[in-house]
């Protein structure tokens, strides 16, 4: 094998090696998230995450982030046998965009770990951590999934985003999500009605 042909096997092993560890759910995070919720039964995620009502974004880690996006909002509906079904909706900065739903079908596994799916059946698992009055949580994804990534995102109830405790159940989840292992994630606008 001459040297040209080396480096370009050398070449695509590291992209083949980057592709494949792109999308790949961090085990030391999840771990973390589990030794965090230890002592508390949440096995309930998806009844408090319908509880909570309409909710709306307020901070995702920065690959979240999608250009032009305005706020997004989000809802749990009432769940039946361990699933429910999850709706979010995009809002764009430029008016003459319609909004874009996007729904999933939620089914609690344990301890704060949720599977979830969308339209095409494309698996996202979510791990959230318990913090009272809001949704904390940390998404990630086994496998290539078109129009997935992995990240963390805060959400708050719209009706009440604005009183101090659930300002101070953000914060908190901010310093949780840091300890185990997530890069703090960047305040966006909320939908606000």
Known sequence: MDVATAVRAIMLFCIATEVITVNICKPKVIDKIYRINRHQDYNTTLDTNSALGLLTFCSVTKGALIPGVKCVEGSVDPPHNNS??????????????????????????????????????????????????????????????????????????????????VLEAVAECKKKLKAVGITEPIDVDPCKY
């Open 84 to 165: 429910a079904e999850a709706h979010v909706k995009f809002y764009f900065k430029k008016p003459s965009r319609v909004p874009v739903v996007k729904n999933y079908t939620q089914c609690a596994q344990e301890k704060g770990y949720v599977k979830e799916y969308d339209a095409s059946k494309n698996l996202y698992n979510l791990y959230f951590i318990n913090i009272y009055g809001i949704v904390c949580y940390y998404r990630c994804i086994e496998g290539e999934v078109k129009d997935g990534k992995d990240f963390a995102a805060i959400l708050k109830p719209v009706s009440t985003q604005d009183q101090p405790e």
